[in-house]
């Protein structure tokens, strides 16, 4: 099963803010899962990523929490601000025989409110 | 360090042409290119996946004849869109890895995108 399922579609956070995004996952296969923030007509970037042998990764204001028994794992980002305001993508990592590949998450449209 | 570069960053064609859009990795040579196509508000979904100097490989549904993949050289790889239709209008974004150590190899860096519009 390549899927990974996110949550919420949506989120609104007052600024100073935590915002909480959720991914889950069945297939155990995956093991490299990254985060992507995506401005309207932009690609993705990169913004935070974690291994499954690590429960928790901080960067800055981001910080990945990952439940690897529950098969489950999410975004925080502290002190929302209004230039967060973007889509956040989930991602996990595998690889195939064919090669490797990243699944993602629907996404998440974040506004920050000031 | 890692950027992805695309061309053009949108275009406008007539139905039934083809329109082609060049992904280049600026500052590194990329083992695999990748090319996404992104709806309005939905995820990136992966089209195809292509090595340098093979022939890609397509994702379940992808019209190959139709979207094809040219990874010419370890910092260039285009995605040509033949007989466009307004149904392929679309963001299309690529990005690209190096195989350097394991970690690296799990880093896609992304293109800012090109947005087709067919008419």
């Known amino acids: 099963q390549q899927q990974v399922k996110q949550s919420p579609q949506s989120l609104i956070v007052q600024k100073g803010g935590i915002s909480i995004i959720n991914c889950a996952y069945e297939?155990?296969?995956?093991?490299?899962f990254p985060w992507y923030q995506q401005f309207p007509g932009k690609g993705p970037a990169l913004l935070i990523a974690?291994?499954?042998?690590?429960s928790e990764k901080k960067e800055g204001r981001f910080t990945i929490s990952f439940n690897k028994s529950a098969k489950q794992f999410s975004l925080h980002i502290m002190d929302s601000q209004p230039g967060d305001s973007a889509t956040y993508f989930c991602?996990?990592?595998?690889?195939?025989?064919?090669?490797?590949?990243?699944?993602f998450g629907a996404g998440t449209i974040l506004r920050v409110k000031s | 360090g890692a950027v992805v570069s695309q061309h053009p960053s949108w275009v406008i064609c007539k139905s039934g042409t083809s329109v082609k859009i060049e992904c280049r990795s600026l500052?590194?040579?990329?083992?695999?290119m990748f090319w996404y196509r992104q709806f309005p508000k939905q995820s990136l979904m992966l089209m195809a996946t292509?090595?340098?100097?093979?022939?890609?490989?397509?994702e379940q549904g992808v019209e190959k004849d139709k979207f094809l993949i040219n990874h010419a050289s370890l910092t260039l790889s285009t995605l040509t869109v033949t007989s466009a239709h307004p149904e392929d209008s679309s963001f299309y974004i690529c990005?690209?890895?190096?195989?350097?150590?394991?970690?690296?190899?799990?880093?896609?860096?992304f293109g800012p995108g090109t947005r087709l519009t067919v008419t």
């Open positions: 990005s690209a890895s190096v195989v350097i150590h394991r970690d690296i190899a799990y880093e896609q860096y």
């Open positions: 297939n155990t296969a995956f093991d490299y």
């Open positions: 974690i291994r499954p042998d690590v």
């Open positions: 991602a996990a990592y595998i690889v195939l025989e064919y090669g490797n590949k990243l699944v």
């Open positions: 500052d590194f040579q990329a083992t695999t």
């Open positions: 292509s090595n340098e100097g093979s022939k890609a490989t397509y």
